[in-house]
C-alpha cells in the first residue's frame, strides 16, 4: 500500500527534479502541500501531486496545440 503523504524529496523522485524546485513549486503554491509536526515538515498529499501531473499534461497539451512544429524544429 502506498502512503497518503509523501516527503518533499519522495516527490522529487517521483518528478525526477530536485529537491530543492519541488520546495519552490510548494512555496509559490504550484503545488499543494501541507506542513505537519513540530518543526513544520512539509507533506504532498499523493493525491494531489497526480492531480498537478495531469493539470501538467493539459497545460503541455494546449501549449503543444498553440505552438505548432515549424520545419526547423523537425530539423532538429
Do not use: C
Not at 519522495?10 to 525526477?16: C, G, I, S, T
Not at 501531473?53 to 497539451?61: D, G, M, V
Request: proline residues 4%.
Amino acid at each position: 500500500m502506498e502512503p497518503r503523504f509523501l516527503l518533499l524529496s519522495d516527490v522529487a523522485a517521483e518528478l525526477n527534479v530536485s529537491d530543492s524546485q519541488v520546495y519552490h513549486m510548494v512555496r509559490r503554491g504550484e503545488l499543494p502541500a501541507i506542513k505537519i509536526g513540530g518543526r513544520g515538515q512539509w507533506r504532498v498529499e499523493r493525491a494531489r501531486l497526480e492531480e498537478y501531473i495531469a493539470a501538467k499534461y493539459a497545460e503541455t497539451a494546449e501549449w503543444v496545440a498553440q505552438n505548432p512544429l515549424t520545419e526547423r524544429d523537425e530539423e532538429a
